[in-house]
């Protein structure tokens, strides 16, 4: 019965992990995954989660199901990280908030909503774009496009080409965009690119799906992070917006995210709701509640709250630390005197090389550093101490 199942090619992210375990090298080094590490390259529970933890296992909290959309004390305290909490849309009730299975499991949700209400309305995704963003549409059913985005010869973004791409496309598409820290090329609009971006989809009426994966590590502040969604929102416009828990908390396998959609009224959120907890319920039910539980006790809690933000400061700030070093390394090894301060430019936890796959095959096969093949590399599974070893590596394949 199963013979005819091929195998599936290894995942280009995960599958970057599954190699580098494999090699025996003392010099590996994984740039793969973005997951974040201390200098000391090992994975990190920050205190503030431990602290959580035990106050949860104190009060014997119990492990009944959750209702479909989610713990209402997670959704309330996401909703408000997210736009803040005195928006007058949080006020006003036009936000509806369903917890989902982290980053991936809101994409997901939200993507199973369009492929329901909005059939054959195509999504605009950035040129390049996080790997599973194809894969999450694909598998909803929904079509999708790419919009210019990466520059290679400026290492920068493509503005003009991103604007004119989202002007071309139909009027009521669906327009993907990374709310910070976009992955993988750290590069990310400036306040006033939003703006153009904002006046471009409400002309063409299209409709904004932003994916917040990194909001208070990219910069260290939630607010900044947050700023382009609610610039959008102080506009007026309805949107979608996927949260992730992963990086900013270090959550990645509790799998704790929502996805939210601020609308015109709280009649319609209401509705939007109801039908985001029908498209759940047959998926996987209900959402798990440890994360959950989590982030609404370090957020609803002061002194936990203040302790989260500054442990937000101090993983941004070592992943900036590492980058300024890694470009001081790349700036007195190359003797070639290529500027390569756009590593500087990038935000969040990915730095952008311009390496094309030959060349990130040599990183690898030569000097065990593992990162995925179009030239991105995590800056936190870095180590300030690797970064000389790092640039030799990069210098070397860039160069032959
Ligand atoms: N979107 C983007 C752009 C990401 O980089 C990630 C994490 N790599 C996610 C979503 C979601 O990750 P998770 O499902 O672990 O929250």
């Not at 997951?35 to 989660?49: F, G, I, K």
């Not at 309305?121 to 990466?150: A, M």
Request: charged share 20%; glycine share 8%.
């Amino acid at each position: 019965k199963f013979e005819s199942v091929t195998m599936a090619p290894p995942d280009p992210i995960l599958g970057v992990s599954e190699a580098f375990k494999a090699d025996s090298s003392p010099l590996k080094l994984n740039l793969g995954v973005g997951a974040y590490r201390t200098e000391e390259l090992q994975p990190y529970v920050l205190d503030v989660v431990k602290k959580a933890e035990k106050l949860m296992l104190e009060s014997g909290e119990f492990k009944e199901y959750l209702p479909i959309e989610g713990l209402a004390a997670f959704n309330k305290a996401t909703a408000e990280l997210l736009l803040g909490a005195d928006n007058p849309v949080i006020k006003q009730g036009r936000i509806a908030t369903v917890q989902g299975l982290s980053g991936t499991g809101s994409l997901r949700l939200g993507a199973a909503f369009i492929q329901r209400y909005l059939p054959g309305v195509k999504v605009l995704i950035s040129s390049p774009t996080w790997g599973n963003h194809k894969n999450i549409l694909n598998d909803s059913g929904v079509p999708w496009s790419e919009y210019r985005y990466f520059d290679p010869t400026t290492v920068g973004l493509d503005f003009s080409g991103m604007i004119e791409d989202i002007k071309n496309a139909t009027d009521g598409s669906i327009i993907l965009l990374h709310g910070c820290a976009h992955n993988p090329t750290g590069i990310d609009p400036t306040a006033e690119q939003w703006g153009t971006i904002a006046d471009v989809i409400e002309e063409k009426s299209h409709l904004p799906f932003f994916d917040v994966a990194y909001q208070g590590f990219a910069s260290g502040s939630l607010d900044n992070d947050a700023s382009s969604v609610r610039q959008f929102v102080a506009r007026g416009l309805e949107l979608f917006v996927a949260q992730s828990y992963s990086k900013n908390l270090g959550l990645y396998a509790e799998r704790i995210g929502a996805i939210n959609a601020v609308v015109s009224s709280s009649d319609v959120a209401n509705r939007i709701k109801s039908q985001l907890k029908r498209l759940a319920r047959p998926m996987y039910s209900n959402p798990p509640v440890h994360g959950a539980r989590i982030v609404a006790n370090v957020v609803g809690d002061p002194s936990l709250f203040d302790e989260w933000r500054s442990e937000m400061q101090l993983m941004a700030g070592r992943i900036k630390g590492v980058r300024q070093s890694l470009y001081d390394a790349l700036s007195s090894v190359d003797e070639n005197g290529k500027d390569w301060s756009f590593i500087l430019k990038q935000i969040g936890m990915f730095s952008f090389t311009g390496l094309n796959k030959n060349q990130s095959d040599n990183m690898t096969d030569k000097w065990h550093v593992y990162m995925t093949k179009d030239g991105r590399i995590s800056l936190a599974g870095l180590s300030l101490a690797k970064c000389e070893y790092l640039a030799d590596a990069i210098i070397d394949s860039y160069y032959n």
